[in-house]
Structures are given as structure tokens and as C-alpha cells.
């Protein structure tokens, strides 16, 4: 993800009222819940493909 696109999502996610808990932009959605929905070891493999 380019540096800008996560900066304005991240911004944008700050923005609302009220502040999330957690600022987690979109494409974080895979990782953030790998573990508890028994996807972790395939979230790593992927990251570490690249």
C-alpha cells in the first residue's frame, strides 16, 4: 500500500467521531483476526512471499 493512501485512510479513520479504539486500515483486515479465525500461519506465508 502506497505511503499516502495508508496516510489518508489512516486520517480519514481518525476523523470520525468518535475516534476508533483501534485505527486499522482496510487491507489490514487479513491479519488483524489470521490468528482467531485459524488463519495465522497462512496470513505469515503470505506477507513473507513477497
Do not use: Y
Amino acid at each position: 500500500m502506497p505511503l499516502d493512501a495508508f496516510v489518508d485512510e489512516a486520517m480519514t479513520l481518525f476523523s470520525r467521531e468518535p475516534t476508533p479504539k483501534e485505527i486499522l486500515v482496510e487491507r489490514v483486515g487479513f491479519l488483524h483476526w489470521a490468528e482467531r479465525d485459524g488463519r495465522f500461519d497462512q496470513a505469515v506465508e503470505m506477507l513473507n512471499a513477497h
